[in-house]
DNA sequence: TATTGTTATACTCTATAACTATA
DNA sequence: TATAGTTATAGAGTATAACAATA
């Protein structure tokens, strides 16, 4: 096993972690992930078109429908008139979507503080710095793979 | 934004840049992710029953019969007889599954050289260990959390 | 003509429950 | 009795294709 396979090995295994806190959320909220990626995505930019939903899930209009639908059926969310355009709705969150959202957002703050809270400073910098270019570099592969 | 939460989200970044590469293997290959799993397994371990199966993926026996049906299918294993247990079958790649096994080794080595290849040994040292420090805090959390 | 969202259809992954064959 | 795997059934996510309403 070379050392470059075990930072990768090792980026994996903290991906599996990651994901294994996602569900654990979905255990506690009754929601899908996919659900709950929508409402992060309006917890992050308020009432949305399903095309622009769409487009930022990466997944088909179809798709979109189905997942509005199931979060009507919860009332997590609503759909709305679009003011302008009257082919769109507005995919709002309730007051109980509103609530998800927070504690999406308040579960993420927490579990950073419990990783990284009483790690040094400078590691931690550092630690972002090989991240980022880990990722940039992830980028380019990327995109001259297309 | 604190510290914290941006090492958090970069984390966040990191896997779904692996998961995207992933799903560029599964396009390649055209085959899912679960079943890409089950070669993964019997790429690190041999034959395997479907019970042993059903444990190291965490899904149900009726969910690998499924998942073991559709690489039967596509010629990618055979169900051959437990040698000893006649209610048991071993789930067996075939040479079509022993190449797809060898892809998915080749790629995840060259995705290693090319994430980190070129990285200084001793900032890839510090990498790892600040991985293997947040994955075992990351341990202890999920730990607590049963 | 182009865009937004839906209906129609199909496949995969997932689960629980009941069942058969074997241990 | 207990275990390995299957049949039966159901729900969720995903996709393509055809369509209606609107831009």
Do not use: C, Y
């Not at 399903?50 to 990466?58: K, S």
């Not at 979507?97 to 550092?126: C, K, N, Y």
């Amino acid at each position: 096993m070379t050392k470059v396979t075990t930072a990768l090995d090792k980026v994996l295994e903290l991906s599996m972690l990651v994901t294994a806190d996602m569900d654990r959320f979905e255990q506690e909220s009754g929601l899908t992930g996919p659900r709950i990626r929508v409402l992060w995505i309006l917890g992050h930019g308020g009432p949305i078109t399903q095309r622009a939903l769409a487009t930022a899930l990466d997944v088909t209009p179809r798709n979109v429908t189905g997942l509005v639908d199931g979060l009507v059926a919860s009332e997590h969310v609503t759909r709305e008139p679009h003011p302008t355009d009257r082919r769109a709705t507005l995919v709002t969150p309730t007051a109980a979507g509103r609530r998800v959202i927070r504690q999406l957002v308040e579960s993420h703050a927490d579990l950073a503080a419990q990783l990284f809270g009483s790690t040094p400073s400078r590691d931690l910098a550092a630690f972002v710095t090989m991240l980022d270019t880990t990722i940039e570099t992830f980028g380019r592969l990327m995109g001259e793979a297309t």
